[in-house]
């Protein structure tokens, strides 16, 4: 299943980008540069980051039966308002 649903967090400066990438490798999910995507327990997320702009636009590729779309969004906000205090300003 692709859901394709996006989140984008405005202001996420390259320190706090910097901070998330370690945190998401903290956990095994390897993320280099600013856009590319990974996979985990099925579920398939894509990112890319825009320094200029400062916009972090994350997006579901594919979920899972354990791991629905809203699922991971809600725990990528969780992620983002924690590590940056940024809360999604779109979703789609």
Avoid: H
């Avoid at 996006?6 to 998401?24: D, I, N, P, R, W």
């Avoid at 320094?51 to 997006?59: I, S």
Wanted: with cysteine; hydrophobic share 45%.
């Amino acid at each position: 299943m692709a859901p394709s649903t996006s989140q984008v967090f405005q202001g996420v400066t390259l320190a706090e980008y910097g901070v998330l990438c370690q945190k998401a490798q903290a956990v095994g999910i390897a993320i280099s540069g600013p856009s590319g995507q990974a996979s985990k327990f099925g579920v398939q997320v894509g990112w890319s980051y825009e320094a200029a702009t400062g916009n972090l636009t994350v997006t579901v590729l594919k979920d899972s039966f354990l791991m629905r779309a809203p699922a991971v969004q809600a725990r990528i906000a969780a992620l983002m308002l924690e590590a940056t205090g940024i809360e999604a300003s779109e979703c789609s």
